[in-house]
């Protein structure tokens, strides 16, 4: 059920963004296709707490391999502690929703891909698989910053297949998150 709501969402998203991917595609260099699915990723990565999460709330299986094109932001497991887990895993709705937050539905978009939607010292909104916009600043150095939160990009462009899993210092925190205490103070930045 969760599952299914799941694709539907993940359908309208791609509408959605299709003209972010025309805009993208026209710049984009062909990329390397690891033959590594993101479920993989996360196992090799060691981002276990964001995988045990994705499972308990039934959302691995939006990954289906190949043909996918999504752009993942995984938080380390010292992002995702106990508590954290716990916190979150209270309320079911609330984590599904979370997790939707990390993930772009289309794209598969590198730190490069990224970097050329975004003007230097400015955001860019990208279209969640949650909904909500997930803003994108690019500091004067080049660096990322995910989120209404600000977490970083600890390690990027790791390839799954043609999806692109970014591992994050913490979960990027939609608007409505952002000014949580309980959150803030239990899911470490
Ligand atoms: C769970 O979270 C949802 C969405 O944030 C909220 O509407 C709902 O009231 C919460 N449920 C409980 C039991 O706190
Ligand atoms: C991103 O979305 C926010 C909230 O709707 C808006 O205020 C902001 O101007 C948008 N940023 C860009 C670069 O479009
Ligand atoms: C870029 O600037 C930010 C904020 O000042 C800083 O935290 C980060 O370490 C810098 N990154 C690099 C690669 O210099
Ligand atoms: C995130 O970074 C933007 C741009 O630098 C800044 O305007 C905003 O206040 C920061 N938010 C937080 C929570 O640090
Ligand atoms: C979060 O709190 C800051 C500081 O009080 C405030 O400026 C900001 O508007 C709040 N953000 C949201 C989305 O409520």
């Known amino acids: 059920m969760i599952q299914r709501s799941g694709k539907a969402i993940f359908l309208v998203f791609v509408l959605l963004n299709l003209q972010l991917y025309f805009v993208q595609s026209s710049s984009e260099e062909a990329k390397p296709n690891s033959q590594e699915s993101i479920a993989d990723v996360l196992q090799t990565f060691e981002l276990t707490n964001f995988k045990?999460?994705?499972?308990?709330?039934?959302?691995?299986?939006?990954?289906?391999g190949i043909g996918d094109q999504f752009t993942v932001f995984a938080p380390t497991n010292d992002a995702l502690p106990l508590g954290c887990r716990q916190l979150l895993?209270?309320?079911?709705?609330?984590?599904?929703n979370l997790l939707l937050y990390q993930i772009i539905p289309i794209g598969g978009f590198t730190t490069g891909n990224l970097i050329s939607n975004i003007q230097p010292a400015k955001a860019a909104n990208f279209t969640t698989l949650e909904g909500s916009r997930l803003p994108i600043h690019l500091l004067q150095n080049g660096s990322l910053r995910i989120g209404y939160n600000n977490v970083s990009i600890v390690r990027a462009d790791i390839v799954a297949f043609s999806s692109v899993v970014q591992i994050t210092s913490g979960l990027a925190l939609p608007?409505?998150?952002?000014?949580n205490t309980a959150?803030?103070?239990?899911?470490p930045q």
Request: charged share 10%; glycine share 4%.
């Open 52 to 64: 045990s999460l994705l499972c308990k709330s039934q959302l691995l299986g939006l990954f289906q």
């Open 89 to 96: 895993e209270s309320n079911t709705t609330s984590l599904e």
């Open 175 to 179: 608007s409505y998150l952002v000014n």
């Open 183 to 187: 959150v803030l103070h239990t899911c």
